[in-house]
T-cell receptor, first 113, second 110 residues
Framework: DVKVTQSSRYLVKRTGEKVFLECVQD?????MFWYRQDPGLGLRLIYF???????EKGDIPEGYSVSREKKERFSLILESASTNQTSMYLC????????????FGEGSRLTVL | AQRVTQPEKLLSVFKGAPVELKCNYS??????LFWYVQYSRQRLQLLLR??SRESIKGFTADLNKGETSFHLKKPFAQEEDSAMYYC????????????FGTGTRLQVFP
């Protein structure tokens, strides 16, 4: 059974804290993605990666950075969390080839106080 | 710019009624379009893709390039169809970089 695992389901942080969201996939996928999901706004792409040590900005990268040191792991970093980053964060992966099937994690709900 | 529009935030129907979830897109090239679904307390997952021209769980979706639409349809809704549905467009073939719509919540009442 294919799996994308997000390490934290729920986090509560304070404004200004550094936050790490971890994502691991066991499918040997080349592509990995971070989206945020907000009611009424749908899913918006933050960053994506096609290969180790490679990253590209999505539609809303401001305030975020990412790291991909190993193929199976893609981390999202909030350098200084702000209240407007309170959201559900979804990690996804897919294989190279453009089939359009993304495999999603269960999500990490982040609350910034 | 590429865009996916789902005009309805909420669609409520009774069991056995037909369902149509609307999706319109803007894209200059040949789009790849998808429907994703998220059931309560489950992961977001692919429901169907237009290139497969398949029916999944009784749902179908036809790409209408003239109307730039990809509406999701089911002739007889079931209670287990209640979920959040997202229409998505692949921006560039072979990259899997998807642009999602804002989603429509389908509620099917008994």
């Amino acid at each position: 059974d294919v799996k994308v695992t997000q390490s934290s389901r729920y986090l509560v942080k304070r404004t200004g804290e550094k936050v790490f969201l971890e994502c691991v996939q066991d499918m040997d996928h080349e592509n990995m993605f971070w989206y945020r999901q907000d009611p009424g706004l749908g899913l918006r792409l933050i960053y994506f990666s096609y290969d180790v040590k490679m990253k590209e900005k999505g539609d809303i990268p401001e305030g975020y950075s990412v790291s991909r040191e190993k193929k199976e792991r893609f981390s999202l970093i909030l350098e200084s969390a702000s209240t407007n980053q309170t959201s559900m964060y979804l990690c996804a992966s897919s294989s190279l080839g453009g089939t359009g099937e993304l495999f999603f994690g269960e999500g990490s709900r982040l609350t910034v106080l | 710019a590429q865009r996916v529009t789902q005009p309805e935030k909420l669609l409520s129907v009774f069991k056995g009624a037909p369902v149509e979830l609307k999706c319109n897109y803007s894209y200059s090239g040949s789009p790849e379009l998808f429907w994703y679904v998220q059931y309560s307390r489950q992961r977001l997952q692919l429901l169907l893709r237009h290139i497969s021209r398949e029916s999944i769980k009784g749902f179908t979706a036809d790409l209408n390039k003239g109307e730039t639409s990809f509406h999701l349809k089911k002739p007889f809704a079931q209670e287990e169809d209640s979920a959040m549905y997202y229409c998505a467009l692949s921006e560039t073939y072979n990259t899997d970089k998807l642009i999602f719509g804002t989603g429509t919540r389908l509620q099917v009442f008994p």
